[in-house]
């Protein structure tokens, strides 16, 4: 079963994500949230090409929508390495 690994932005990016809906929505949403991220994760390591290719911004990258955030990932050996997690209203060139 393939794997995903966040690397060391994603784990940021994430980190970010449930301070801010911990803050502004509470512990169980913050929670829910997580977990549906987890979920996508999982996902996208099992079913890689349902992300769209980005080849116009980086070479090798995809990206796939969740909520009001876009996963940013590469394939790494079988696996995917999840690179960025950022906010639709973000400007993705300039911070991937």
């Given at each position: 079963?393939?794997?995903?690994?966040?690397?060391?932005k994603?784990?940021?990016?994430?980190?970010?994500?449930?301070?801010?809906?911990?803050?502004?929505?509470?512990?169980?949403?913050?929670?829910?949230?997580?977990?549906?991220?987890?979920?996508?994760?999982?996902?996208?390591?099992?079913?890689?090409?349902?992300?769209?290719?980005?080849?116009?911004?980086?070479?090798?990258?995809?990206?796939?929508?969740?909520a009001?955030?876009?996963?940013?990932?590469?394939?790494?050996?079988?696996?995917?390495?999840?690179?960025?997690?950022?906010?639709?209203?973000?400007?993705?060139?300039?911070?991937?």
């Amino acid at each position: 079963m393939p794997n995903y690994e966040l690397s060391n932005k994603a784990e940021k990016d994430i980190g970010g994500i449930l301070d801010y809906s911990y803050r502004e929505f509470g512990e169980k949403t913050a929670l829910e949230y997580y977990l549906s991220l987890k979920g996508t994760f999982e996902l996208l390591s099992e079913q890689p090409q349902i992300g769209r290719k980005i080849e116009h911004i980086r070479t090798g990258y995809f990206r796939h929508e969740h909520a009001r955030h876009t996963i940013f990932y590469s394939l790494k050996e079988g696996d995917i390495l999840i690179i960025r997690v950022l906010h639709e209203s973000m400007d993705f060139e300039r911070h991937l």
